[in-house]
T-cell receptor
Framework: GESVGLHLPTLSVQEGDNSIINCAYS??????FIWYKQESGKGPQFIIDIRSNMDKRQGQRVTVLLNKTVKHLSLQIAATQPGDSAVYFCAENWRGADGLTFGKGTHLIIQP | NAGVTQTPKFQVLKTGQSMTLQCAQDMNHEYMSWYRQDPGMGLRLIHYSVGAGITDQGEVPNGYNVSRSTTEDFPLRLLSAAPSQTSVYFC?????????FGQGTRLTVV
């Protein structure tokens, strides 16, 4: 079954607002998590990652939060822009450097 | 800086035909993998390789073969295409910073 999933298939936000995309995982052995952004017709692009020994990691306009107690991962995008419109996937790694398991994706829609 | 290059970008096959999806990376990564992406299913791992000469099965390996004769190349072979293999295929090359994906191959089997 699916070990990584997303709570909402579609998320609609106003331009300029903050976006929060959630992800749940079920494998306690997972020690590395990644968020990917996939624009229409393109391959997934790395956004940000976090290891299991961290609770929070910040990038440029993006923050990933990891709650190991409830096996929950979230991606926060500050001041959402039209270029943020894409499908966002979380992925977990529990079988080594290459064994990524992906969630089903959340489509982020930006309203003007 | 090419990164991960996949060819072809689009392909239509008849049931029973064979073909090879090509993947090449120029980042000298040891780890490479193939995923398929279907609507509502996310990305599912088909096969992966931890280095030249070593391959292993992922979640959905049936109907696909791979080989890894060099670090740079990781081709995916469909020996006898089936309509269930209609999908978008992504090759990824991985290092400690995560997986870097190609642009994808959209395959239709009729």
């Amino acid at each position: 079954g699916e070990s990584v999933g997303l709570h909402l298939p579609t998320l609609s936000v106003q331009e300029g607002d903050n976006s929060i995309i959630n992800c749940a995982y079920s494998n306690s052995a997972s020690d590395y998590f990644i968020w990917y952004k996939q624009e229409s017709g393109k391959g997934p692009q790395f956004i940000i990652d976090i290891r299991s020994n961290m609770d929070k990691r910040q990038g440029q306009r993006v923050t990933v939060l990891l709650n190991k107690t409830v096996k929950h991962l979230s991606l926060q995008i500050a001041a959402t822009q039209p270029g943020d419109s894409a499908v966002y996937f979380c992925a977990e790694n529990w079988r080594g450097a290459d064994g990524l398991t992906f969630g089903k994706g959340t489509h982020l829609i930006i309203q003007p | 800086n090419a990164g991960v290059t996949q060819t072809p970008k689009f392909q239509v096959l008849k049931t029973g035909q064979s073909m090879t999806l090509q993947c090449a990376q120029d980042m000298n990564h040891e780890y490479m993998s193939w995923y398929r992406q279907d609507p509502g299913m996310g990305l599912r791992l088909i096969h992966y390789s931890v280095g030249a000469g070593i391959t292993d099965q992922g979640e959905v390996p049936n109907g696909y073969n791979v080989s890894r004769s060099t670090t740079e190349d990781f081709p995916l072979r469909l020996l006898s295409a089936a309509p269930s293999q209609t999908s978008v295929y992504f090759c990824a090359s991985t290092n400690s910073e995560g997986a870097f994906f190609g642009q994808g191959t959209r395959l239709t089997v009729v």
